[in-house]
Nanobody, 124 residues
Framework: QVQLVESGGGLMQAGGSLRLSCAAS????????MGWYRQAPGKQREMIAT???????TYADSVKGRFTISRDNAKNTVYLQMNSLKPEDTAVYYC??????????????????WGQGTQVTVSS
């Protein structure tokens, strides 16, 4: 089994910055794509940014130029640097990882895992 543990959320004024971290641990053989998603009250969960194991990134239009996703493969950790925060960035942020696992003699490819979520609140 694999666990994703997020940290770094909190309350920030508009225009400020926050950095989220998400560390994967457990029966990991390799971590493939990782990403950040968010869900605001009354809205569906949306993709914010993704990064492949080789470092290729994608971003939602709403965060391009303000947010940067990065990862440390040695630590199985993904980061989200959020700058120029806006009130509309307020949401619960979730990390996601596609993991190749080796557990109890069984190899599984690209099992999808989610973190528990971390609240980001941006005040105007």
């Amino acid at each position: 089994q694999v666990q994703l543990v997020e940290s770094g959320g909190g309350l920030m004024q508009a225009g400020g910055s926050l950095r989220l971290s998400c560390a994967a641990s457990g029966s990991i053989f390799s971590v493939n794509a990782m990403g950040w998603y968010r869900q605001a009250p009354g809205k569906q969960r949306e993709m914010i940014a993704t990064i492949t194991s080789s470092g290729s990134t994608t971003y939602a239009d709403s965060v391009k130029g303000r947010f940067t996703i990065s990862r440390d493969n040695a630590k199985n950790t993904v980061y989200l640097q959020m700058n120029s925060l806006k009130p509309e960035d307020t949401a619960v942020y979730y990390c996601n990882a596609a993991v190749d696992e080796y557990y109890s003699g069984i190899f599984s490819r690209n099992t999808n895992y989610w973190g528990q979520g971390t609240q980001v609140t941006v005040s105007s």
